[in-house]
């Protein structure tokens, strides 16, 4: 009994460790599609800034931008944060789109947008995002 119980834990094992790679494990490069390095110079932020607005160290995201395949929340999260660059560029210049994000923004309290981010308010920038494309001043 004790036989059977040892290999169904290690065949569970087994089968974890295909589903689940941790970072060190998982070298799986995805051809042309780093979503973490293509994102962070669409918004032109350095590596420190989009760490923190994933919740990520500055070393996860440098492998990330590897090539490394991101975890199913980090892939949220850079899901996430794509959307929302996606529409904030539809109301703002691309060129201007670092410069927006890093200066304090009245709309958001004296903010930075990116500010706003971090701490998980992005409702109030898809707000102003709505706002600015139908037309009424923020």
Do not use: C
Not at 12 to 20: F, I, L, P
Not at 23 to 43: G, I
Not at 72 to 85: G, P, Q, W
């Amino acid at each position: 009994m004790a036989i059977q119980i040892q290999a169904k834990k290690k065949a569970k094992k087994r089968r974890k460790a295909k589903t689940m790679p941790h970072a060190a494990s998982a070298k799986a490069v995805v051809p042309n599609e780093n979503l973490a390095l293509e994102l962070r110079k669409r918004l032109q932020l350095g590596q420190p800034v989009f760490a923190r607005l994933l919740g990520l160290s500055v070393r996860t995201l440098a492998t990330l931008e590897s090539g490394v395949t991101p975890t199913e929340a980090v892939a949220r999260r850079l899901n996430e944060i794509s959307r929302l660059t996606n529409a904030i560029e539809e109301v703002i210049i691309s060129d201007a789109l670092g410069r927006w994000l890093q200066n304090p923004n009245p709309a958001f309290g004296g903010l930075k947008p990116v500010e706003v981010i971090d701490r998980g308010e992005t409702d109030r920038i898809w707000a102003m995002v709505y706002f600015l494309r139908s037309g009424v001043p923020v």
